[in-house]
């Protein structure tokens, strides 16, 4: 039954919860190392993922994990002297995974919008002497 009349300051002093959505989970199909990073992102931002970015999400997972696995290969092969071609072509491919990377991050509205503000100049009567 409805309150009839003004709201007691009782009533009025108590804030109602609002309900916590379930985390998104991620998809069967990734790795583990994928699914960390997933928890990782989605965690950090408990209300800014829903549903329709789960695709885009897991992709972004995964190009981390590949990213993260040429530059294993590629310090490897930079630690031995053998410097082939096999090196040059593993960093095109790590080239590549880091663009993919920065556009899906900013589709995912994962990069900082704008930078912080400059704090302003101190003044010269401010300290006090």
Known sequence: MIQRGRKSQASL???PLAEREPELE??????????E????????RPRQFHAVDRTLLGV?????VTLRLLSDQIARLEAS??????LDRLLKMRAR?????????????????????????????????
């Open 13 to 15: 002093s108590l804030i």
């Open 26 to 35: 991620p998809p069967d199909h990734l790795s583990a190392e994928a699914r």
């Open 37 to 44: 990073i997933w928890l990782e992102i989605v965690r950090s």
């Open 60 to 64: 972004y997972c995964a190009h981390c």
């Open 81 to 86: 002297t053998d410097l082939s071609p096999l």
């Open 97 to 129: 995974e880091s663009a993919s990377l920065s556009r899906l991050a900013s589709k995912l509205r994962l990069l900082p919008t704008k930078a912080e503000p400059p704090l302003p100049p101190s003044l010269p009567w401010a300290d006090g002497r």
